[in-house]
């Protein structure tokens, strides 16, 4: 949680909540997640790392800009997949319903 506040902290030091917006940071997530897609197909477990941190970053700036926080969102999330059922198919997980 501090670290989530610090994060918040530094985007409007640096006027990155009132000052920008969803779109700009939306593609700001799809530069860092390119990042990621290019550690993970070079084997860069640094890369793989360092992207990751700044995709949840990003992800909390742009909850911020839209009057979100973002373990309110993750909470969300968890509370939808916590007794989801399904299956690995070809080493994805498939939810039952999408099963049938």
Request: with cysteine; net charge negative; hydrophobic share 40%.
């Amino acid at each position: 949680m501090e670290l989530i506040r610090k994060i918040e902290h530094w985007a409007e030091d640096r006027n990155l909540i009132e000052g920008s917006n969803s779109t700009k940071q939306f593609l700001k997530l799809g530069e860092e997640m390119g990042e990621l897609a290019s550690g993970l197909a070079k084997g860069r477990h640094d890369v793989v790392k360092d992207s990751i941190g700044d995709i949840v970053v990003v992800l909390t700036i742009l909850a911020r800009q839209e009057g979100l926080e973002i373990l309110d969102c993750i909470d969300q999330a968890y509370n939808e997949i916590k007794d989801r059922k399904g299956k690995m198919v070809n080493g994805v997980f498939v939810k039952e319903s999408d099963l049938k």
